[in-house]
């Protein structure tokens, strides 16, 4: 994207942090929630492909980097609040790290946390191989 | 529900806080993201309806107690990390403090926040007559 609006008037937390939502553009599935500070989010608008902010790390986090699975950012919205964003994006491959699709596959049923979903790829398929990079 | 599983499994943030997003159950449509601690989320669970934790002030956020406009639980998951919750709910008329169904309604384009939807529900109706409690 070429131009963004003023990332001013959104209200950071007091890491400097946004809460971000990536939701599947034409299916709605919810893929994962991270952070992202002014920095990547700028990185993001101007990449196009969505750039979180590594709270582990601290440094960018550009989704897919390794594994090519990137979110190709569609639109980026915020709330009434301005203190959440919610990325619609086309995402590649899968959102996450375990090889699911999304990372919300823990559901509670009666007195555990189930697994709902199944890794549709090996995470070592994801990772373990640099030249897939 | 009449169980939930271990909720120490999950992250509480320093604060004793995990962010919370609601997803309309039918449609996919992400309602809005707030926050919850272990208290608010067993009520969650205990209760059927969504219940948050107000951070501004500091109490229970039974989402809908003014308003009528509550939120009925299908569903609690959790992601890969622990550290997000996603409801799956059914939303009784609209989520948003604005009218609006979705609390997302601003979006980035060019170089500015525009407005992507119109309030279904004029704000005073939903808060202006305590008689409708």
Sequence with gaps: MKQWPDLDTLKFNSDGLIPAISQQHDTGEILM????NRDS???????????Y???SRKQFWR???TS?????????????????LLL???????ACHTGRKNCFYLEAQDNQWVEIAE?????????GKPSKN
Excluded at 33 to 36: I, K, L, N, S, Y
Excluded at 41 to 51: D, P, Y
């Design 63 to 65: 989704k897919g980097e």
């Design 53 to 55: 902010w590594s709270r």
């Design 119 to 127: 890794p549709l790829v090996d995470p070592e398929a994801i990772y």
């Design 88 to 94: 619609i994006v086309d995402q590649v491959g899968v």
């Design 68 to 84: 090519g699975h990137v979110q190709h950012v569609k639109a980026i919205r915020t709330d009434c609040d301005r203190d959440t």
């Design 33 to 36: 929630m991270a952070w992202m």
């Design 41 to 51: 989010l700028q990185e993001t608008f101007t990449s196009g492909v969505a750039c």
